[in-house]
């Protein structure tokens, strides 16, 4: 006999049908999200127990796809799934910072997705020592890969007013204060340099705006101290070298500075010989009056305080000594007779 049932009566029955199915589905997505957990968690795992290094650059507007086949290549990911997976619904809004970074192999995704996020890129310390030449600094932060050096000595040789430095020459030789720096691995040679040009302008400009204001008394000042700091190998010299200096180009003697004959030679040595003196060159100082066209070097703030404030002196004449001090005279006889051996 056919069975009928009352409205209420279905509508019971359907309710209960209903929840019987939805908690079979609800058991099942439970369960399939609970799969896809574990396999998140396994693929966000470590590569390997092993402790390797490894050196990355996230290119500028990197995809999140570009950056998940970097890390996959240098394997310091498990998977580029799990990649999408956890930046798409943990870091959601969140860019990843272009730069060079320092990874392991031993790290989990977590680690390697909040280095790339915070910007934690790789940095390491140079130290730009006082005298240095553009040359030779363009040389160290090459060897030490912060930047492109055949990149940074272009723009530091040619472009000073890109940098908002008013060089005569356009060379900011001179103009990159030597100091100890923390760079980040990768930068540019323009960031490198605007750090410098920013560090000298702090050091240097700022502390001394009343007697440098005028970018001519600027450049004179440094290219002074340039020559002081080539010369001078014991501090107390340095004010009495930066006297001579000033008491010959007030008697328009020529300068006869043999740090700017090497310069202008692109030589390091100890000695300069008697033919290197006619060297064609503005730099020469023994061919041709007055400052050389620019500074030969970048001078420290020894260098600079003794071109700011020259000891007060007759001098005229400077020789080396064996323990690298200098005899100082105010003729060319007792010049002479300073000279080592006689």
Do not use: W
């Amino acid at each position: 006999m056919l069975r009928r049932y009352s409205a209420s009566q279905r509508f019971r029955r359907s309710v209960v049908d209903t929840l019987e199915l939805s908690e079979g589905y609800l058991l099942m997505a439970a369960v399939m999200l609970a799969a896809t957990f574990i396999l998140l968690l396994l693929g966000a795992s470590p590569p390997t127990e092993t402790h390797k290094s490894v050196v990355i650059t996230i290119p500028k507007r990197a995809s999140r796809q570009a950056i998940a086949t970097i890390l996959r290549g240098r394997e310091l990911i498990r998977s580029r799934t799990a990649f999408n997976i956890i930046t798409h619904v943990g870091y959601e809004g969140r860019g990843f910072v272009p730069g060079t970074y320092t990874m392991c192999t031993d790290m989990s995704l977590f680690r390697v997705l909040d280095k790339v996020i915070s910007g934690d890129v790789a940095q390491t310390s140079i130290t730009i020592p006082e005298g240095f030449t553009l040359a030779q600094i363009a040389e160290r932060l090459g060897h030490k890969e912060i930047t492109d050096s055949s990149t940074f000595l272009q723009l530091a040789e040619n472009n000073a007013k890109e940098f908002g430095v008013n060089s005569p020459t356009g060379s900011l030789e001179g103009y990159l204060f030597p100091e100890t720096y923390t760079f980040g691995l990768g930068l540019s040679a323009r960031q490198v340099i605007q750090t410098m040009v920013d560090t000298f302008d702090s050091r240097v400009v700022k502390p001394n705006r009343s007697k440098l204001s005028d970018p001519d008394e600027l450049h004179k000042m440094v290219t002074i101290a340039s020559l002081v700091e080539r010369e001078a190998r014991v501090g107390q010299d340095r004010p009495l070298i930066a006297s001579v200096i000033t008491n010959r180009l007030r008697t328009n003697m020529r300068l006869q500075i043999d740090a700017t004959v090497l310069y202008a030679m692109k030589l390091h040595k100890s000695r300069v010989l008697y033919r290197d003196l006619d060297t064609e060159s503005a730099y020469n100082t023994y061919r041709n009056c007055g400052l050389p066209p620019g500074p030969i070097a970048n001078p420290g703030l020894a260098s600079i305080e003794a071109a700011l404030n020259p000891a007060t002196t007759d001098y005229l004449y400077y020789v080396a000594q064996p323990d690298g001090s200098h005899k100082f005279a105010r003729t060319f006889q007792e010049h002479i007779a300073n000279r080592p051996g006689r």
